[in-house]
């Protein structure tokens, strides 16, 4: 596993800039700004498709502007078993639909209205994700 | 008109916070998660920012009658913890655990041209196929 240097502040602001975009969607739209519903969404309901994908094509735009802006470049992880992220990019793809949200929904958006369910959500899938990544970790890298 | 290019400037703004967060970095994610290894913590200081900034412009947001560009807020209604919100959250937990990635860093990932958030995607896209192909039934 390659070390990564402990950003506290960079990550809050970048968390800060993530909560304004929250706020926007709901200021603008009446949205939550979860990104496994937008994209859920998007792919199989025609009302509302095209400000959906133009949400996303805005992820990878501001994806596209921070790295150019702050020359974060990732070492992307060579030896990674490219079928772990079949199989996991599957069980997100599956859990996030039949759970209703993933970071973004239930960890920000949802905790930020106090909601049950999301509080639950998030307690559980940062438990097994914890357990998980740990074992991954051990085993493969 | 207005909509669109509103949408298109949220993703933006979420996608900027996601690399300057450092939450876009699979690496990151994992060391996190990973607690017997060389533990970064810097994703609880994310996820602080944007709960605390979200917490405090709901609050003022929700007093509206409506959003600027739409006639209602669409706010989740289910408020029950059932078997289906543990069983999804387990299996994304276990996804984003053995990846690194969860849907948006993953999308944002796109920018850089490389292999992975892509067969990510792809993988995720086939997941919902699947879950709603069996919703449908």
Partial sequence: MYPTEFTPYLSFIGGIIIGISAI??????????????IVKTALFQEDGRVWRILFVVGLVLGGAIGFHLTGFSFSYREGFPLYLIIIGGLLVGLGTSMGSGCTSGHGVCGISRISPRSIVATIVYLGVGIIVATLTSSMFL | MK??????????????????SGMSNPDKVMNF????????PSLLFVLGGAVITTFIGYRFVLKRK????????????????????????????????????CPGPAITGLA??????????????????????????
């Fill in chain 2, 66 to 101: 409506t959003p600027i560009l739409d006639s209602e807020f669409f706010l989740p209604t289910n408020t029950v913890v059932d078997k289906k919100l543990l069983i999804g959250a387990a299996l994304f937990g276990a996804g984003w655990g053995m990846t690194g990635f």
């Fill in chain 2, 33 to 40: 998660l990973n607690v017997i290894g060389q533990w970064d």
């Fill in chain 1, 24 to 37: 926007w969607l709901m200021l603008f739209h009446g949205r939550i700004a979860g990104i496994s519903g």
């Fill in chain 2, 3 to 20: 909509k669109n290019l509103s949408a298109l400037i949220a993703g933006t703004v979420f996608g900027f916070g996601l690399i300057v």
């Fill in chain 2, 112 to 137: 850089f041209g490389v292999l992975e958030p892509v067969v990510f995607i792809i993988s995720m896209s086939i997941g919902y196929l699947i879950m709603n192909k069996l919703s449908t039934k």
